[in-house]
């Protein structure tokens, strides 16, 4: 079985820390995002993954060079050299996801985050016998999206409605397919969207289902729903591998700490919080709600709160960040931190975007400034 992730864009939204890095390199609990569908496919016996990159492919594929030995799976890129939406991808690997198996295979948003309930997905769509399976979640607010209207009995899709004015459903598309091959007979090589494009027309022929997904979603793609997503994740490791999260007295809530991360004297980590490989958090340290990503060091009593420390940063002693990624004694609210940052003691930020090699001296106050330091 194969399995396609459209990892494709810039990661816009969360610069700084595409900026050197393709976005799903970037690590959420302590691995890079990518890994963790990756992860997800082999379990359920995907044996090759296609990428679909226009991006900084080649840092894509020497990262990701050693983990097809390692997991036993097969990688491969499909390079873009133009951006081909949601849908042309499919079209431009044709090659390596159609064989004479007459298999489905998987598509996954590489934003997405998730238990992945692959397996029951390939029952589900077995079950119906249509040709496209899509996994739909619910949301509080529908009209902010793209409604997906459906037959709750059977899951066939009637319609897609996008941001409707008056309720019509609370299910949207949650961006994992799984594709019969002649979906791919309906699209062309060029820019496509497989959600305006090509589901309506699957679903028109009634050939298009929806399956509801259990547990949690979340697309990260965005600082405040990464660390949104960040607390959903910890809660259902709780639940399904507590043994994987720290323990200890100076720990509040769900907490990862990769084991070679150091923790001083007299912390208090959590909740929701993942320190990465490499780090030292120095004694005194607060931390709450927040993704500290390898090579960081957090001097004492540094406060650090929803936000996200990129990697090999350093925040100095004193410093609060909140809402941000930021270094030493640094407030930050609403802001990311760039990899190789260093905030001075004492300083508070408030509302700053802080790019790769930067060093922040004074403080920020007001969260509408919005200070941007640049290469």
């Known amino acids: 079985m194969k399995a396609l992730i459209l990892v494709g864009g810039f990661g816009t939204r969360l610069r700084p820390l595409t900026l050197k890095h393709p976005k799903p390199l970037v690590e959420f609990a302590n691995k890079p995002m990518i890994l963790h569908q990756i992860e997800a496919l082999k379990a359920i016996g995907v044996t090759e993954v296609v990428l679909a990159i226009n991006y900084k492919p080649e840092e894509m594929m020497n990262f990701l060079k050693d983990f097809d030995t390692k997991l036993d799976i097969k990688i491969t890129c499909s390079q873009e050299t133009e951006p081909l939406g949601t849908a042309g991808p499919l079209a431009l690997a044709r090659d390596k996801l159609i064989d004479d198996s007459g298999e489905p295979f998987f598509v996954l948003n590489s934003d997405v985050i998730c238990e992945y309930p ?161 780090c030292v958090v120095e004694s005194g340290v607060r931390l709450s709600r927040c993704s500290v990503m390898s090579g960081v060091t957090i001097k004492e009593h540094a406060c650090i709160s929803s936000s996200i420390i990129g990697w090999s940063s350093t925040v100095g002693q004193g410093a609060c960040v909140e809402k941000t990624v930021l270094g030493e004694a640094v407030h930050v609210k609403k802001t990311s931190l760039g990899e190789v940052v260093y905030v001075c003691d004492d300083v508070y930020s408030n509302g700053g975007v802080v790019l790769p090699g930067r060093e922040i001296e004074s403080s920020n106050l007001k969260p509408e400034s919005n200070v941007r330091v640049w290469d």
């Open 118 to 278: 692959l397996k029951l997905m390939i029952e589900f769509h077995k079950a119906h016998g249509g040709e496209a399976s899509i996994m739909v979640t619910k949301v509080d607010e529908p009209s902010k999206y793209g409604v997906v209207v459906m037959e709750e009995s059977t899951g066939k899709v009637e319609r897609f409605v996008e941001k409707p004015k008056a309720f019509v459903g609370n299910k949207i598309n949650a961006g994992i397919y799984l594709l019969n091959p002649s979906v791919v007979d309906r699209i062309e090589l060029r820019p496509t969207s497989i959600e305006k494009d090509v589901f309506p027309k699957i679903a028109a022929e009634k050939k298009l289902y929806a399956m509801a997904l259990p547990g949690f979603w979340m697309d990260i793609g965005q600082p405040r729903d990464y660390i949104t997503g960040l607390r959903l994740y910890l809660d259902s490791l709780r639940k399904k591998s507590p043994s994987k999260l720290a323990t200890g007295p100076h720990i509040v809530g769900n907490v990862l700490v990769d084991e070679t991360a150091e923790i001083g004297e007299g912390c208090l980590i959590g909740p929701d919080v993942a320190i990465g490989p490499g």
